[in-house]
């Protein structure tokens, strides 16, 4: 708007001028040359907004990747194409709206050939000082989940707590948790063992945050580099790839 604004501007001042020129040949010309100044630099600032805006950045394929696969996962263990799915994220301090939108997004999108099911996101009401440190207790979960409907699957990106086989909500038969720890914790492990809990995925130990920005191929490939990810079967290999018995 405010191109095309200058520029009609610019073009008035050089119309002024032709007429003022009849009566003064020196203000005319003044005005003319000023007009025309003008509509060279609206060009010029065009031209240079076209060719060199840099494209707006896509979403992080590190973070990306945790919302395909977690979905992916719902996607083989829920029995119905119908529900409600609830999504569980740390308070603002520990995941900003930008990595939040990734993960949902990316999440949404996987089950976009069931439309039948909705996404809710969650936000886990946490002091920033024990969010920060992966200390985000059962409680949390419970007061967040108390005012949304029934669920076919609780999906964490906030880790859980060492007792979320207490979590009750308003299923008779409680469906399972697909865990994101972030912290890289095995608070989960006990209820994956006993299948409370569906599926985890946490960073891998050796790999340094930050490397998923110098990462690129299909998404099996940046998982594989970034992530484990463990379920009851493999519960007990992965606590020992973190050293845990």
């Known amino acids: 708007m405010t191109y095309y604004v200058s520029l009609v501007l610019a073009l008035a001042i050089a119309g002024v001028g032709c007429v003022v020129r009849r009566r ?16 060279v630099g609206c060009i010029a600032w065009q031209v240079r907004q076209t060719l060199f805006t840099p494209e707006a950045k896509g979403p992080d394929r590190g973070q990306a990747v945790v919302g395909y696969y ?9 029995p119905e194409n119908e529900g409600s799915i609830l999504l569980f994220f740390p308070p603002d301090s520990v995941m900003d709206s930008e990595r939040v939108g990734t ?26 000082r024990a969010a920060k440190a992966g200390q985000i207790d059962l409680a949390s979960f419970q007061r967040a989940a108390s005012n949304a409907p029934s669920a076919l699957a609780y999906v964490s990106f906030a880790g859980v707590p060492a007792d979320i086989e207490n979590f009750r909500h308003a299923e008779a038969q409680p469906p ?17 063992r006993k ?3 569906s599926t985890v995925i ?7 945050p930050g490397a998923g920005d110098e990462i690129s191929g299909e998404p099996a490939e940046v998982f594989k580099q970034l992530y484990l990810m463990a379920t009851p079967a493999t519960a007990d290999e992965i606590a020992a790839k973190l050293g845990v018995k």
């Open 103 to 128: 993960y949902a997004g990316t999440f949404s999108r996987v089950l976009g050939a069931c439309p039948g099911l909705k996404v809710h996101a969650l936000t886990l009401a946490v002091p920033d």
């Open 24 to 39: 003064s040949v020196f203000w005319g010309q003044a005005m003319m040359v000023a007009g025309c100044i003008g509509c």
């Open 202 to 208: 946490i960073p891998r130990p050796d790999v340094q």
């Open 70 to 78: 977690l979905a992916n996962q719902v996607l083989s263990k829920i």
């Open 176 to 192: 399972g948790f697909f865990v994101f720890d972030p912290w890289g914790t095995t608070n989960w492990l006990a209820a994956l």
């Open 195 to 197: 299948g409370r809990v």
